[in-house]
C-alpha cells in the first residue's frame, strides 16, 4: 500500500482552502498556492517533501516477499522487529508479537494486533 499525499489550494485573499485549483482561482480571483497534505495526520504544508515526512509517512519494503508497507501498518513494525510481515509468515515468537504491537501503539496511537 503506497501512501499519497494529497493536493489542496488556499485563495490568496481570505485564505480559505479548497479541494479543487479553480475554486481557489473563483473565491476571491487572487494568486492560489499549493497545498500538501501528510497523508497519516492530514495537516497541510507548503512542500510535498514535508507533508511525506511530517509523521513519517515513508514506507518500508518486507524483505521476504518484497511487500510495501507505510510507517502507519502494523506489518512496518513487524518487519523491523522479525525481519518478515505477517503475510508472508504469520509466526511470530510472543516477545516479538507484543513487540510489535507496543512499538505500533507507542507509533500510530492505534491499538491492533497482528493476527486480527
Do not use: W
Request: proline share 5%; with cysteine; net charge negative.
Amino acid at each position: 500500500m503506497k501512501l499519497e499525499i494529497k493536493e489542496l489550494y488556499r485563495c490568496g485573499e481570505c485564505r480559505e482552502i479548497h479541494d479543487d485549483e479553480d475554486e481557489a482561482r473563483e473565491c476571491c480571483r487572487p494568486a492560489v498556492y499549493t497545498l500538501y497534505v501528510c497523508p497519516v495526520c492530514a495537516e497541510n504544508h507548503n512542500e510535498p517533501d514535508e507533508a511525506m515526512s511530517c509523521c513519517n509517512a515513508d514506507g518500508i519494503s518486507c524483505p521476504q516477499c518484497r511487500r510495501d508497507y507505510p510507517s502507519i501498518s502494523i506489518d512496518y513494525q513487524a518487519i523491523k522487529i522479525a525481519g518478515h510481515c505477517n503475510a508472508c509468515n504469520p509466526l511470530f515468537t510472543i516477545e516479538q508479537q507484543l513487540a510489535v504491537q507496543d512499538l505500533h501503539y507507542q507509533h500510530t496511537g492505534k491499538r491492533e494486533h497482528l493476527h486480527e
